[in-house]
């Protein structure tokens, strides 16, 4: 029976979240009551149209957004119940963020934006860009490290975007569209990448995406729409669209 399986320790536990961005007439409620659940030792896929919440909701994991209502548990600590600090030093510690945006510093090397993680958890500079160019390095991007963001391609300044987000190993990686700007061959490379990360059993990868090249690397796939999660499909990748719900 379902109820005496035991239950996969969970990375992210979610529910009844909800967000609103603004007051009164403007307000937009982009979380209505989500629940969510990631597991440790997964590559969990988010997909939905836009403007359904996605990113609202990896911000609010990520402790980057407040959020009201309902509970949030990541690897067992309640986002509720933490000091605005504990939360910060979470975060820096074990959440690795690729934004959609990229949000680069445009002001430091890419060395430089890798090693960020690496220092702010105290790391020797010297250490820091070691390990910042090795990882340039696995990203097809060795050579380019004392380049200006602005100089890279697109698809460049995101596999730097993944680069930092990966170099601190840490236990959740959330990516918001992480092969947006990336041709086939570079994104399978990517996500095979994310895929090593999660086949660890104390971690955890979301990946939210449009792009259905890139499905058949996730365990489970949750489906978003207008603020809320409609579905989750176990074994994404090998079902060819006849997945199974599971809730
Ligand atoms: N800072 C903000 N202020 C006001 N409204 C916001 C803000 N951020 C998001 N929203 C609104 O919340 C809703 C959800 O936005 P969100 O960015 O989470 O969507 P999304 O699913 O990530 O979309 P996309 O696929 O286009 O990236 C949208 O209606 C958006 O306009
Ligand atoms: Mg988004």
């Known amino acids: 029976m379902a ?4 239950q996969p320790q969970l990375a992210v ?10 007051a009164g007439e403007a307000a937009v409620h982009a979380l209505k009551g989500v629940n969510f659940d990631a597991r440790q030792g997964e590559l969990l896929m988010i997909v939905g149209p836009s403007g359904c919440g996605k990113t ?5 994991i990520a402790g980057t957004l407040t959020f009201e209502g309902g509970e949030i548990d990541v690897f067992g600590a309640s986002l509720h119940g933490m000091k605005e600090r504990d939360i910060t030093e979470f975060r820096k510690r074990h959440v690795g963020f690729i934004f959609q945006q990229f949000n680069l510093i445009p002001t430091l090397s890419c060395i430089e934006n890798v090693s960020v993680p690496l220092l702010i958890n105290g790391a020797s500079r010297r250490v820091a860009e070691r390990k910042a160019e090795a990882m340039l390095d696995e990203m097809g991007l060795a050579g380019r490290g004392h380049d200006w963001p602005m100089n890279l391609s697109g698809g460049q300044q995101q596999r730097v975007a993944i680069a930092r987000a990966l170099v601190h190993e840490p236990r959740l990686v959330i990516c918001d569209e992480p092969t947006s700007a990336l041709d086939k061959d570079t994104g399978g490379h990517i996500m095979d990448l994310l895929r090593s990360v999660a086949r660890h059993p104390d971690r955890c990868v979301i990946v939210v995406t449009h792009d259905n090249r890139i499905f058949k690397y996730a365990d489970r796939l949750t489906e978003m729409e207008d603020g809320r999660v409609q579905r989750v499909h176990d074994h994404a990748g090998h079902t060819n669209g006849e997945e199974t719900a599971t809730e």
């Not at 536990?13 to 603004?22: E, Q």
């Not at 609202?56 to 609010?60: A, C, F, G, N, R």
């Open 3 to 6: 109820e005496s399986r035991p």
């Open 13 to 22: 536990h979610i529910r009844a979240v909800k967000k609103t961005f603004g």
């Open 56 to 60: 609202t909701l990896l911000s609010v």
